[in-house]
């Protein structure tokens, strides 16, 4: 197995950094990476904010679902899908009256253009995790950063067509960190699928989350909570957390209609 | 700098592929990889379908904004948002009655649940992109894959809670495919901003925009089209895929209301 396929085999999220910064020719290096990411028709539909300071990361830590390591972390990005360098750039070219001319269409950024913008953000976030678990310095994905939207764009100043859509802590980690046992993955026939989307039936279900309801079983849960799918649900998926990131993207998408 | 870096800095996107197919044990590898990416919650939201079948990929070669390289690739793995699965376990789990029980909340996948899914997908999709360079196999993502959502519901089977958010084409890159120069990439400055958003101005917008101007002047283009911005705004921005894309995702969000 090469070098490459090594580091992404072996990574595990790290929450806990020593007290090693990250230097400016590390962040350096994993940037430039990012942006060599492919992007949707060499548009670069994204932005990244640089959290260096020590109040927002304080307030971060708090705001997404309360995880103090955010505030311990050396160097955090929040990657912005982003269409309004773009939609900027139309009306400084004049595109408007221009259109008008040619009749031809004028129209602002929309739904299918965020999830397109979205998806610019996030190759070029996990190519900078990637590059980074390259060089030593291990991460995060903070998904949290999905809730709270209008905080979130009070704080950071963010205009209209732009959209938190994840945000990554990045630091050396610590020894333990490194030690950790990587996660359970779902087995690979639940997970692939050969020309069509054969959807899973009762017994298929039961297979592919053997392993998710054997960690239950070993696990500690409320009493109340019988099985491992409704862990997830109880826990996760109806969670206040859960129940505000999707009242928050509701809100963001508005900006997209 | 390390062969990981080395990888991600040369990338180009491949759309010319040798007769070379990609063999089973080179799909096992990147699929591995791809299945280790960060994942939120550890959940696994997405689904990959393998389009292996010619008539498929022949399909798609239209469907797609009409790109006949697709059905010329060995190796097609379309990357779906997938809440389906999850959510078919919950109710496999009896989790509403017992959430009648409980008395909490019983609710169905909504658009932030949406969103996080597109992170895992996307997140995976770009380790297998990397993975796949690691050992010598180019690749394309198909954006348009967003379009015709109702045409590709239909051809893959999708249901409700699974979302095709992109598509990655996979092969061995020919000669001059590796030697296509890398393409433009906008400068730091428009991309990168210190602790809070910073709109750009008309003078840092032309000062960003400067090589893409300067790209446009020396390419070939319609004579009524007299900058890079009204290039990208007739061109892409307003062009026909673009409108389609944008109906046909908002298509696809009625399913996450």
Redesign the interface.
């Known amino acids: 197995?090469?070098?490459?396929?090594k580091?992404?085999?072996n990574?595990r999220?790290v929450r806990a950094y020593t007290s090693q910064p990250v230097t400016d020719s590390e962040k350096e290096?994993i940037?430039?990476?990012a942006?060599?990411?492919?992007t949707?028709?060499?548009?670069?539909l994204?932005?990244?904010?640089?959290?260096?300071?020590q109040g927002?990361k304080d307030k971060l830590a708090t705001s997404c679902d309360h995880q103090p390591f955010i505030a311990k972390a050396p160097y955090v990005l929040l990657f912005?899908a982003d269409y309004?360098?773009?939609f900027?750039?139309?009306n400084?070219?004049?595109?408007e009256p221009?259109?008008k001319e040619?009749n031809?269409?004028?129209?602002h950024p929309?739904?299918?253009?965020?999830?397109?913008a979205?998806?610019d953000a996030?190759?070029a976030?996990?190519?900078a995790?990637?590059?980074a678990?390259?060089?030593g310095i291990g991460s995060?994905?903070i998904?949290d950063i999905?809730e709270n939207y209008e905080y979130h764009r009070e704080l950071?100043?963010?205009?209209p067509y732009?959209l938190p859509?994840?945000m990554v802590c990045f630091g050396h980690p610590t020894e333990s960190a490194l030690r950790r046992k990587?996660?359970?993955?779902?087995p690979?026939e639940?997970?692939?699928?050969?020309?069509?989307?054969?959807?899973?039936d009762?017994d298929k279900?039961?297979t592919?989350?053997t392993d998710m309801e054997t960690q239950f079983i070993a696990g500690v849960h409320a009493p109340?909570i019988?099985?491992?799918?409704?862990d997830?649900?109880?826990r996760?998926?109806?969670a206040d957390f859960?129940?505000e990131?999707?009242?928050?993207?509701?809100k963001m998408?508005e900006n997209w209609r």
Request: charged share 20%.
């Open positions: 197995m090469n070098e490459t396929l580091i992404i085999n990574r999220s290096l940037l430039n990476a942006f060599r990411s492919p949707a028709g060499g548009l670069m994204y932005s990244v904010i640089d959290i260096a300071d927002l912005l309004q360098r773009w900027d750039y139309f400084l070219s004049n595109v221009r259109a040619l031809r269409p004028f129209r929309q739904s299918g253009d965020l999830l397109l979205c998806c996030l190759i976030a996990q190519t995790v990637i590059a678990e390259s060089i995060c994905y998904g999905l950071f100043n963010l205009p732009t859509i994840t990587l996660t359970l993955r779902l690979r639940g997970l692939v699928h050969q020309d069509k989307y054969r959807r899973l009762a279900l039961k592919v989350f109340e019988t099985n491992a799918g409704q997830v649900f109880f996760k998926f109806t859960a129940i990131m999707n009242r928050s993207v509701n998408l």
